[in-house]
């Protein structure tokens, strides 16, 4: 019984990973598993009835009365509201024509609509079904092949979970007590240098085997140059604007992230009204797909938070920290066991179950480490947690699994094969986990730009 008691934190773990399988909502089995062995826990005398009562205060002060987390549905409804004026669609069309005489010209609108969209929203699902409606029909239409722009899609799409604003990484900063703005910037240049990739690697397939990227004929959009200049301003600086009113006011000490998400969710509207898309029901779609997605996000913060309460107090923290010691890791041997663990429960979960299981469990040890002049101790935990953000990303390609798949195939329909998906999505991944490695060995990429600005 003794043994039992002392790797029941294992059995909880093993009991959450089949419950996610079950189909059930991922807030009821998360805050379901938690409570249960809570009470499993009394009974064998290992946790007391008042720790309940210190879960509820626990549930109340980290999330109820959370002003960081604000941000949250703030940027989600600017998300919802940005796709509802129409400006993702006059981008990409403007887009088409000025790179249609770059090979794999409207694969790369797409990946640097997918950027911007990134900048604007943070939004995965929106932004991916938004690419998916908008792009992926012409781009079939154009003879492209419907894996690369299948795959071009969805890579594209998942920008909005590392750069910022990151509801990803909001709720991330919440987690470990370190600041939201800090990490917006470090995010920043490795996100534009994972998009960057994704660009080079379009042109250098469409270069090299141009039938799978056919040109754009050179008669697409305005034939003067007056047109070209009127269509490119007036596509260009709505979002602009919008980014800079939401990042421009965090990089430059005027707003912090919440206060930024509220300036974003009010320029968001103002577009919509600019453009004569501001109407009721507009508004009333928008409200409601941002209340239901914040309900469903916070819903998960309280079942998180109850089998991480429970975890922690049935011994599962020491646990884990006695099995890394049991093995006599070095620090980068425990780091690489982090990235890999990540990694492979991204093939199963969803970010958000591995944020807010694995991070509070994980992020305490790796705070200990000592990297030597590889990267400063203050700086480790900044490092640690875009290691884990670009690793996170790659949650959403890895089948069978992957949101952004599932995203674009509920919206394509039958227009495209899920194998073709699953194929598209292999180079973008080879290239996430490429970043990721960059990173690793030149936390410089992450850690130069904050340092910069806090300088």
């Given at each position: 019984m003794e043994t039992f008691i002392h790797y029941l934190p294992v059995f909880m773990f093993l009991t959450l990973a089949l419950g996610l399988f079950t189909g059930l909502p991922v807030a009821v089995v998360i805050g379901?598993?938690?409570l249960s062995f809570g009470g499993l826990g009394i009974a064998l005398d290992v946790f007391r009835e008042a720790q309940f009562a210190l879960l509820v205060n626990r549930i109340y002060g980290g999330i109820v009365e959370n002003l960081v987390l604000v941000a949250v549905p703030m940027f989600?409804?600017?998300?919802?509201?940005?796709?509802?004026s129409g400006v993702a669609k006059d981008?990409?069309?403007a887009l088409q024509v000025l790179l249609r005489r770059v090979p794999g010209g409207l694969a790369l609108s797409v990946a640097l609509l997918g950027t911007i969209l990134a900048a604007a929203t943070g939004i995965i699902g929106a932004s991916v079904v938004l690419l998916t409606i908008l792009a992926l029909p012409v781009m079939l239409q154009r003879g492209y092949s419907p894996s690369l722009a299948s795959g071009t899609i969805a890579a594209s799409g998942t920008l909005g979970i590392l750069i910022p604003p990151s509801i990803m990484l909001v709720i991330m900063g919440d987690l470990l007590s370190i600041s939201v703005g800090t990490l917006f910037i470090a995010a920043l240049a490795p996100g534009l240098v994972l998009a960057v990739l994704y660009m080079l690697y379009i042109v250098t397939v469409a270069g090299v085997r141009p039938h799978l990227a056919p040109p754009l004929a050179d008669d697409e959009g305005p034939?003067?140059?007056?047109?070209?200049?009127v269509m490119v301003v007036r596509s260009f600086l709505p979002v602009v604007f919008l980014i800079a009113l939401v990042l421009g006011s965090i990089v430059g000490g005027w707003a912090t992230p919440t206060e930024a998400s509220g300036v974003g969710a009010a320029g968001a509207t103002l577009l919509a009204l600019l453009k004569g898309r501001l109407s009721w029901k507009t508004m009333?779609?928008?409200?409601r797909k941002a209340v239901l997605t914040s309900a469903m996000l916070f819903f998960i913060f309280?079942?998180?938070?109850?089998?991480?309460?429970?975890f922690r107090v049935l011994g599962g923290e020491a646990l884990v920290i006695e099995t890394i010691q049991a093995y006599d890791l070095s620090a980068w041997g425990i780091l690489m066991l982090v990235m890999v663990t990540?990694?492979?429960?991204?093939?199963f979960f969803d970010w958000i179950e591995i944020t807010l299981i694995v991070l509070p469990i994980f992020a305490?040890?790796?705070a200990l480490l000592d990297f030597g002049t590889h990267v400063p101790k203050p700086e480790l935990i900044y490092w640690f947690t875009i290691l884990i953000a670009v690793n996170l990303q790659s949650s959403f390609l890895t089948p069978p699994f992957g949101l952004a798949l599932f995203f674009m195939k509920g919206a394509a329909g039958r227009a495209v094969r899920t194998r073709a998906i699953y194929r598209g999505t292999i180079p973008f991944l080879v290239i996430q986990l490429a970043t990721l490695a960059l990173l690793l060995a030149v936390p410089n990429v992450a850690l130069w730009l904050p340092r910069t600005l806090g300088g």
């Open positions: 379901g598993v938690g989600v409804f600017m998300g919802a509201m940005l796709e509802a981008l990409l069309k034939s003067d140059a007056l047109g070209l200049i009333n779609d928008v409200v309280v079942g998180a938070t109850a089998f991480s309460y429970v990540v990694f492979l429960l991204g093939f305490p040890i790796v």
